[in-house]
């Protein structure tokens, strides 16, 4: 695992001061057919998201007002810019595309080098830079011969198309990978820090080796050295026990939320906290069964792998909205604090597939992108594509 030394910790710190799977438990495809301050980290001064005076309604409501994209290509990553044109990665062809917000017109940014693609693996999670109007970084996590690694590169939108993207720079590397489970969502948190989460690569063994990338939710500086607060000071792991993270999302109160793939038995949600332990392999779901639970930690929901392996997590109008891959329909959990305020709610259920990434917009909305052309789904007349929704 990639390790820094005490001096160099330090001088990060003061530079910045600012799934569904197959029986038998053997690797199976996802969805089977389917700043350093001193808050807590994972915390920001402020939420993007104010906290709600209260709980929201038990039951909300979805409404697709339009297709912004349509005849994507393995879409998987997602990150809005400012403004609100949204930068989108194909996980097999390793390119990325500008898609207007406004009539979706669509350019071709360029391809990110090294890429990798196999089974789950290849061009995965996007997110932009917390400073991008100044710095103009996009960040890429993707598959490579040999491994799972973060770069960033600069963007020049006035350079020609299809070659807008920089040289990236690789911020880490070494994450394993693996046919299956490669994870692959990150995003910055309020803390601008850049979160990861990994997969265990089909090897349940490296979810509890803290000495392995594999199997956890990472937290890191966004030159990629180790986040101040982390539970270990040269470590970039922030919680482990995982099996497959694809989501990852904020509250209104910016607490860690991350959706996570089950084998045979239970699909989370798991409210995220630093230096956790979550349980896999050694359990799956809530209790598992009677098995002894010291030292793990239960998830606040659990799916059935059918209904949902799930991929993408939001939030948005005092809700969590996850993705579904096998169960192709869009979950709404609505938050009461650290828990439920009432039962999960679905919606679109097999109206447009496979689900595979859901991305708040600046109005209280969504973005939700398909997942029928990965290789398990079954696509339709202009698959893939990326639906604006209204929700609450």
Request: net charge positive; glycine share 16%; hydrophobic share 35%.
């Amino acid at each position: 695992m990639q390790r820094r030394s005490l001096p160099t910790v330090l001088a990060a710190v003061s530079l910045l001061l600012t799934a569904g799977c197959s029986p038998g438990g053997g690797p199976a495809a996802e969805g089977g057919s389917g700043a350093a301050t001193a808050q807590r980290p994972g915390s920001g001064a402020a939420s993007a998201h104010p906290s709600p005076a209260s709980a929201p309604p038990a039951k909300g409501s979805v409404q697709v007002t339009g297709t912004l994209a349509t005849g994507l290509n393995s879409p998987w990553g997602l990150a809005p810019l400012p403004g609100g044109d949204l930068l989108v990665g194909s996980r097999d062809t390793g390119k990325i595309y500008r898609i207007a917000a406004d009539g979706g017109k669509r350019t071709e940014l360029g391809s990110v080098p090294g890429v990798a693609a196999a089974g789950e693996g290849g061009l995965l999670g996007l997110a932009v830079s917390s400073k991008f109007g100044t710095d103009h970084q996009v960040y890429a996590y993707f598959t490579t011969e040999s491994d799972n690694r973060i770069a960033r590169m600069i963007y020049n939108e006035k350079r020609p198309a299809r070659n807008q993207l920089g040289a990236p720079h690789t911020i880490l590397r070494g994450i394993p990978k693996g046919q299956f489970h490669n994870g692959g969502r990150i995003a910055f948190g309020p803390d601008k820090m850049l979160y990861a989460g990994t997969g265990e690569t089909g090897d349940k063994s490296l979810a509890q080796d803290k000495t392995s990338l594999a199997g956890k939710i990472l937290r890191m500086t966004p030159d990629g050295a180790p986040a101040y607060g982390n539970p270990e000071a040269d470590s970039v792991v922030y919680t482990y026990g995982h099996r497959n993270v694809e989501g990852l999302a904020w509250d209104g109160d910016n607490r860690l939320w991350a959706s996570e793939f089950g084998q045979d038995k239970w699909d989370e949600l798991n409210l995220i906290e630093s230096g956790r332990n979550y349980g896999w392999p050694e359990v799956e779901g809530k209790g598992d069964g009677g098995a002894a639970r010291s030292g793990f930690t239960d998830p606040v929901v659990q799916w059935k792998p059918a209904d949902a392996s799930p991929s993408g997590l939001a939030y948005a109008k005092g809700s969590l909205w996850m993705a579904a891959l096998r169960g192709e329909r869009l979950w709404r959990i609505p938050l009461n604090g650290t828990k439920p305020a009432a039962a999960p709610q679905e919606f679109l259920k097999g109206e447009y597939g496979r689900l595979r990434t859901v991305v708040a917009t600046d109005d209280g909305g969504l973005w939700l992108v398909t997942s029928n052309t990965d290789g398990r789904g079954t696509p339709r007349k202009g698959d893939d594509r990326i639906l604006r929704l209204k929700v609450t």
